[in-house]
């Protein structure tokens, strides 16, 4: 009851006709539109995360999108264990040979995404049952992955979303057989095989009080084995309306105060209803057209809204920019992001700053306007 509750208070258009289309409303062609990477050149570096085909070259508009607005790109899915590390003695670098070649074939930096993360496991190594056989996965996982990029990545995402909301560990395979200190061996194993490459610890949440004090709690305790952490992700996957703006400033300052690069680097912001908030992939919601209010079109009093959020971030974000090295979106356009299928499947979602069609939306002008 509190979470429907939740969901119609949080959703006051929630049921309302529709009165105008996100392709229809889009102003102009991407064609003539200043490149996000030269508006905010000499602020931080504007990155996007890719899917397989993109990284591919097999979608010639999301190409063109990728190699006009972005300099710096994150692999979605396909550094991730199940693909770059199928079974015990096989690895598979084919796309992420590629992805790095595509990089620097037009001048990109990448992000590896992500070294450890309990998500999107093998499932060999889902079945190790004794530690021996996890610290030995760990290991050789780490180190031939972060040893094939070195100096080829400006940095990898180490370690991926360790904590719980209260700021304790959560509970993983990792944390139950290797004990209390994996994400500081993760650290100090990547810092071995990639003494070129920046080391970050990413999660989301992670500007919430009680779980950033937690993940400074981490990034001090790596620090305090002498072992090398250059940066922090934030994830930023927020909601309309509800952006924390308060906890991200202050995230910003207590971060960087710790001599981390501050980074934001899955930025989303969802426009449909939800219950929770966060990315944790295992929660789910069932699917409900009620929770599907805009498939036939979105207005365009919501794509302001989402507007006038992104501008409000963005704002915050130049005036730390100081201490924030890159803002990586989490995908190309609304069709293509996540949110699409997660937490309910089938859904139709607009998150992003590019419309189905690749359009700008209203959110794209908003941020750019924010360096008038
Ligand atoms: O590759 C298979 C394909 O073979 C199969 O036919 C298809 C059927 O569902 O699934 C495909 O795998 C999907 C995979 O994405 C690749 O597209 C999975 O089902 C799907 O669950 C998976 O979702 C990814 C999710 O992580 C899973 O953990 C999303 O694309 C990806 O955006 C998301 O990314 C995470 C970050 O890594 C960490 N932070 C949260 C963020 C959002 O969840």
């Not at 300099?71 to 199928?86: A, S």
């Not at 904590?163 to 810092?191: C, W």
Request: include cysteine; charge should be positive; proline fraction near 5%.
């Amino acid at each position: 009851m509190k979470n429907k509750l939740w969901t119609i208070l949080a959703f006051p258009l929630f049921g309302m006709a529709i009165a105008a289309c996100s392709g229809s409303k889009s102003t102009g062609s991407n064609a003539g539109e200043p490149a996000l990477k030269d508006v905010f050149k000499k602020d931080f570096q504007i990155g996007a995360a890719l899917n397989g085909s993109q990284i591919e070259e097999k979608d010639p508009q999301a190409d063109a999108v990728i190699k006009k607005h972005f300099n710096v790109l994150t692999p979605e899915n396909i550094m991730k264990c199940e693909i770059i590390h199928p079974t015990l003695d096989k690895y598979d670098f084919t796309l992420a040979d590629k992805l790095v070649d595509y990089a620097a074939k037009n001048k990109m930096q990448v992000v590896g995404h992500t070294l450890i993360w309990h998500s999107q496991l093998s499932p060999f190594v889902r079945r190790m049952q004794n530690a021996d056989s996890v610290k030995q996965f760990f290991n050789n996982h780490i180190t031939t992955i972060a040893g094939r990029y070195n100096g080829k990545l400006l940095g990898w995402d180490v370690v991926n979303e360790a904590l719980n909301e209260d700021g304790t560990m959560r509970k993983t395979i990792f944390l139950d057989k290797l004990g209390d200190d994996y994400v500081t061996e993760a650290f100090r194993l990547a810092q071995q095989a990639a003494p070129n490459t920046q080391l970050y610890y990413n999660d989301y949440n992670n500007e919430q009080p009680q779980k950033r004090a937690g993940c400074i709690a981490l990034i001090k305790k790596i620090q305090a084995a002498g072992v090398r952490i250059d940066g922090v992700g934030i994830q930023g996957h927020w909601h309309l309306g509800r952006v924390p703006l308060a906890d991200i400033e202050k995230s910003i300052e207590e971060y960087a105060a710790l001599g981390m690069k501050v980074m934001f680097t899955e930025v989303d912001i969802e426009v449909l209803p939800r219950n929770f908030k966060g990315a944790d992939v295992n929660q789910r919601m069932a699917s409900d057209p009620k929770l599907n209010p805009y498939s036939n079109g979105i207005p365009d009093s919501i794509l302001q809204k989402q507007a006038q959020d992104y501008a409000n971030l963005f704002k915050l974000f130049l005036k730390h920019k100081d201490k924030i090295s890159r803002i990586t979106f989490w995908g190309v356009n609304d069709g293509q992001s996540w949110l699409n299928g997660w937490p309910v499947r089938g859904r139709t979602n607009y998150p992003l700053l590019f419309d189905r069609s690749f359009k700008p939306k209203p959110a794209y002008y908003s941020i750019i306007a924010t360096k008038k």
